[in-house]
């Protein structure tokens, strides 16, 4: 069975420094691997995935994730926060290899960016 | 503009009382799901389609219905809400061609009482 997991319900971080959202997940097959994020009163905008390739992706607004499959973790980092990364940021799982849609996603993790 | 929308964005109903919520895309995606969020369980998936006329159970399917006559829609059907279905619900898009990232819509927030 798939699942995720957010450890940390919130992450507070100050302005230019680096942060670090954590994931980990498990799944039978392939992980096809996504990180979402979610501003206030708003949808979900997608930031970046893992899919195959390259163990560190880059994504929007200058985050980026490394994918370790033998910690089986999808961590989302930036070098260097701004106040406008608060936001509510999700971790998403899928099966690759089950040719389904089936998707689990993580509680979230509430970042505070504090100037 | 590529986007997915959806109706009502708001809606408060009674318990029992048939609803129905629509989504519509305009990218040609084959894939489409239903989510719902609640607070310290994250989203929650639904239901989901692989394309026209198929779709299967995600998550938590239980009180919901969907089809998928075609392509561009998906609708969410509730046939006898309860008020444990008060929440807030995403519909979203996706792609084999995009690697699967979803588009989410607006969101709509149901209060059943």
């Known amino acids: 069975a798939q699942s995720v997991a957010q450890p940390e319900d919130q992450v507070n971080v100050a302005e230019g420094n680096p942060l670090t959202v954590k994931c980990t997940y498990s799944v039978s097959g392939n992980p096809y691997l996504f990180w979402y994020v979610q501003y206030p009163n708003r949808g979900l905008q997608f930031l970046l995935k893992?899919?195959?390739?390259?163990?560190l992706v880059k994504g929007s607004y200058g985050f980026e994730a490394e994918f370790n499959k033998s910690q089986t973790s999808f961590h989302l980092k930036k070098p260097s926060a701004l106040v406008s990364d608060s936001a509510l940021y999700f971790c998403a799982v899928r099966d690759g290899w089950t040719g389904g849609f089936k998707t689990i996603f993580g509680a979230g993790t509430r970042l505070f960016v504090k100037a | 503009e590529a986007q997915v929308t959806q109706n009502p964005r708001y809606l408060i109903t009674v318990t029992g009382k048939k609803l129905t919520v629509t989504c519509s895309q305009n990218?040609?995606?084959?894939?489409m799901s239903w989510y719902r969020q609640d607070p310290g369980l994250g989203l929650r998936q639904i239901y989901y389609s692989m394309n026209v006329e198929v779709t299967d159970k995600g998550d938590v399917p239980e009180g919901y219905k969907v089809s998928r006559k075609e392509k561009r829609n998906f609708p969410l059907i509730l046939e006898s809400p309860s008020p444990n279905q008060t929440s807030l619900y995403f519909c979203a898009s996706s792609s084999r061609d995009s690697s699967y990232e979803q588009y989410f819509g607006p969101g709509t927030r149901l209060t059943v009482t």
């Open positions: 990218m040609n995606h084959e894939y």
């Open positions: 893992y899919i195959t390739g390259d163990n």
